[in-house]
């Protein structure tokens, strides 16, 4: 794909905000600002989450520092995310331009004292002085820069940022990095009335988590990539109480809060049927401590070569689990205490797969309910805030 | 080099203190003791340090776990360094088996409970029981497992825990990695009288440390691999009141503290004549804070690249030193506050050269001395108790 199409493709609308020439003043300064270094740092660690450095234009390995109409920003984009963060400072001059990421994070964590000033010359050097230390780096200008694009601000969804952050955590661990199957790099988020429900799927297990919100919403059904969430995740600091806004369109999703809004692509395609996959019937349900169950599992994968796919066999009798593993490393076994209900059930896992659900549900006691060794296996709450569907490994032996 | 050349080399009397049919007994246990899990994780992590993972031969990879007149060793030996130490434990049965030190340690790291159970039969294979977990690993007879061989304890040098590994660490930075000078590999030890004075040098720079010890001993000259001394420190956590001694003979030296001893080869060869490059003639002598110096030069290096060895030029004039510093990415200066005596002076420094001995200086205060621009520069102090020569970087631009 042409680099410029993609650029085009994903940000139709190329602003530049930014027509140097009108900026230069009587001394050609192309910006000059003063800042609190802690706060350029955070503002910093925000917009490097959409620096790939693995990009084939150097302009993407930029941050753009903007000083205009009274406001500091800082912006990055690698195409498929982009971040605007507003900074506190001083404007002397308003200017832009736009600054190797990786070097100046590097100077800026390492400067001495409270105060930088950042100031930038017609041959777009970039001067970094703070206390006695003084920095001159090459940077470039922004014409090339893709800015974000305008977007629409419709279809406005209220939720807090903790209650994002957990959602993504419970669910991001089950996308596949299978590039051929794009849609399952993503996830599903869906909106109906007042729910939201995200899924994320591999191949082998399906994770779904559902939070209600606040308000009532019109239908919404988007895939968001992986990557997007998982740095998402990454800048979200705020606790239960801090709301933020999402915003969709056909083609973006639109995270705003604090002083930040972070754009993204979305994942073009129809999600799976999930609802087909899901069943409420089964032969055996079981309750267990989930600590107790998970160390056991954790200690089941110590038998596991990365070479051989040995499963785990879990074999459940009344108020037992037996977790049993043979591999060329040696055999392991281990009895879990459980409250079961219908039929005893032997039944083979990817300790992985357990592993990876039990990390992310809060709750001290989980229930799973199977119906025979080769048919999903579920563990979910009552309610149905979480389900976690994981496939079974086939143990005729 | 033929491996069981090498070990005949290192170890000339490989003492199989286990013949392991003498130990079998009615019940054909090889092993049987149960000990606490956090002291045999302990010990495991004491004896992991002499397991190098690149061995050619499986038993060098293994430990040995020792149950013999009454008492219980774990034993590891990469044949450079040799590891015993010993665990407290019941024994039920004596015997000895070896085990695969990687596995081992993994799961006993994850084991549920705090008493550990350790069994092997006569096919060699391990049991390990913890709670309700179980498992059984393969090991491996001890009969071509290379012992310490035992050595005699004349020589014997007394010093702190804490001091030795503040030697170690204040000159260790500078030993060269190149195998093709194996003296430089290592560090000189030299005893006279009561002063210990230990060396380390790397063709660019030498860092010399001096502490007195309690005692009076006879002349001793070794050169200890760099390899054992990293080693070592990472081992010892005793406090300046913990004493260790410390063996010499021909070929080995030998470390004996708490429950644990540690054996290595020597470096064969002659040390450099270190003492004709110590000169105490100086034009510009300075004193200067550690920490302002230091993050000063730390800011230098972000202006570095690998592929370029940029100097850093240090300016120092009537109270003022002037760090610059110009590469490819920028440049950046700064200026320290400084008390001058002597001459002003332009020199070039490696900046990894002078953080390298920064660091590991506790005081807060540093004096520098320097002749001209291609002569040696000394940070010492009064009592020489350490010297640091660094080259400097010849500047003739």
Known sequence: MDITESINDTFPTIINTNDITNNISENTALLNITCNKNKLLDAINIVLKAISGKSTMDILDCIVIEAKDGQIKLISNDLEIGI????????????????????????????????????????????????????????????????????????????SQFTLKEIIRQTVFSISDNENAKVMTGE??????????????????????????????????VIVPGKTLIEISKILTGGLDNEMAIYFTDNHILFEFDNTIVLSRLIEGEYYQIDKMLSSDYETKIT??????????????????ESE?????????????????????????EEVDITKEGKDILIGFNPRFLIDALKVIDEEEITMYMINPKAPCFIRDKEGTYIYLILPVNINS
């Open 84 to 159: 605007e963060t507003i900074l506190e400072g001083e404007i002397i001059e308003e200017g832009s331009i736009a600054v190797k990421a990786k070097v100046f994070s590097e100077i800026i964590r390492k400067l001495p004292s409270d105060t930088v000033k950042l100031t930038a010359d017609d041959n777009y050097t970039l001067f970094i002085n703070a206390g006695k230390s003084k920095f001159n780096i090459a940077s470039r200008p922004t014409g090339e820069f893709p800015y974000l694009p305008d977007i629409e601000r419709n279809n406005k969804v209220v939720i």
């Open 188 to 221: 599903l988020f869906e909106i109906h009335d007042s729910e939201l429900k995200v899924v994320s799927l591999d191949g082998h297990r399906i994770s779904i988590r559902k939070v209600q919100l606040a308000g009532s919403y019109p239908d919404i059904s």
């Open 288 to 305: 267990v401590n989930k600590k107790n169950m998970l160390d056991c599992i954790d200690r089941t994968t110590l038998m596991i070569k």
């Open 309 to 333: 796919k040995k499963p785990v066999l879990v074999d459940i009798t009344d108020g037992n689990m037996k977790f049993a593993i043979n591999s060329s490393i040696g055999s392991m076994n």
